[in-house]
């Protein structure tokens, strides 16, 4: 059972215009939501996180939305650099009710993200 | 500051072997959790250690096992070794004081099972 997914394998565009990458989960459970990118050969770096208490989080050029009615989220990137082609990955995660740092992150399978200059 | 380090980087190992991976958390990190990363997918949480103990455990068989140190590093140790456990092994670190769920990862360890 695929409690995260991210439905588009690839997705290619243009340097300079947005990235749009999307996240769907079933999990009502879930209640913290991170966004890691993966290069060949390294392990996925952490990009940026989002509490289920909000519905965006920005830090820069990469924009974190939330729909928890849909149990949905995006990761927008504008404007794109050819430096951004990676895997992306959506986790999910439950923050322990004591608020200190617990539990699995449950991924989905990644999207390839090729930017062209 | 080091990161997160993962020993070997790559393993070729035979059905029916045993394999020990291993894995130095970054500094200040006291949790260590381990990830199986087959072609193609995201990782899957194998389990995490905290204070030397087996703090939660993913959807993988007793062959998987691990341990964790007094200086905080951790093994991961998988048995009689069978194709299908050939994949890309991640380890990620956490401060237990952090209030949210970011792990920092490792570069992994490659295994190959013929």
């Known amino acids: 059972d695929q409690q995260v997914k991210q439905n588009s394998p690839s997705l290619s565009v243009q340097e300079g215009r947005i990235s749009i990458l999307n996240c769907d989960y079933t999990n009502s459970m879930f209640d913290y939501f991170l966004w890691y990118k993966k290069y060949p050969a390294e392990g996925p770096t952490f990009l940026i996180s989002i509490s289920s208490i909000k519905d965006k989080n920005e830090d820069g050029r990469f924009t974190v939305f939330l729909n928890k009615s849909a149990k949905h989220l995006s990761l927008h990137i504008v404007p794109s650099q050819p430096g951004d082609s990676a895997v992306y990955f959506c986790?999910?995660?439950?923050?322990?009710?004591?608020?200190?740092?617990?539990?699995?992150?449950?991924f989905g399978q990644g999207t390839i993200l090729t930017v062209h200059p | 500051d080091a990161g997160v380090t993962q020993s070997p980087t790559h393993l070729i190992k035979t059905r029916g072997q045993q394999v020990t991976l291993r894995c130095s958390p970054k500094?200040?990190?006291?949790?260590v959790s381990w990830y199986q990363q087959a072609l193609g997918q995201g990782p899957q949480f194998i389990f995490q250690y905290y204070e030397e103990e087996e703090r939660q455990r993913g959807n993988f068989p007793d062959r998987f096992s691990g341990h964790q140190f007094p200086n905080y590093s951790s093994e991961l140790n998988v048995n009689a070794l069978l194709l299908g456990d050939s994949a890309l092994y991640l380890c990620?670190?956490?401060?237990?004081?952090?209030?949210?769920?970011?792990?920092?990862f490792g570069p992994g360890t490659r295994l190959t099972v013929l």
């Open positions: 500094s200040g990190h006291d949790t």
């Open positions: 986790a999910a995660s439950n923050i322990n009710a004591g608020g200190t740092s617990y539990g699995k992150l449950t």
């Open positions: 990620a670190s956490s401060p237990a004081t952090s209030t949210y769920n970011e792990q920092f």
